[in-house]
Nanobody, 124 residues
Framework: QVQLVESGGGLVQAGGSLRLSCAAS????????MGWFRQAPGKEREFVAI????????YYADSVKGRFTISRDNAKNTVYLQMNSLKPEDTAVFYC?????????????????WGQGTQVTVSS
């Protein structure tokens, strides 16, 4: 069992930045690939970014490419999402997720564990 706790969300003006953190506990963190997903009001949850077990491979949704950066610190059992140049359309609940294995995938069904989410609101 892996427990995931997100933090770092909040209210920010358009053009601003936030850094989300996701702290993991319960199993060897480096055994898990990680992903960030988000769900905007009235929409389905969607893929944002993923990272392999050692951080060597990352992949982003087109909508955030060049603005968001996913990273991880296996010594701290934490994955991060640095979000820059935020837009009102980035407003959503952001979730981190973990899947056992080296490789990360953008398909939500491949993730076994999910956090409770953290709200990000971007005002115009």
């Amino acid at each position: 069992q892996v427990q995931l706790v997100e933090s770092g969300g909040g209210l920010v003006q358009a053009g601003g930045s936030l850094r989300l953190s996701c702290a993991a506990s319960g199993r060897t963190f480096s055994n898990y690939a990680m992903g960030w997903f988000r769900q905007a009001p009235g929409k389905e949850r969607e893929f944002v970014a993923i990272i392999s077990w050692n951080g060597g491979i990352t992949y982003y949704a087109d909508s955030v490419k060049g603005r968001f950066t996913i990273s991880r610190d296996n010594a701290k059992n934490t994955v991060y999402l640095q979000m820059n140049s935020l837009k009102p359309e980035d407003t959503a609940v952001f979730y981190c997720a973990a899947r056992r294995g080296a490789s990360a995938y953008k398909e939500q069904r491949s993730y076994e564990y999910w956090g409770q989410g953290t709200q990000v609101t971007v005002s115009s």
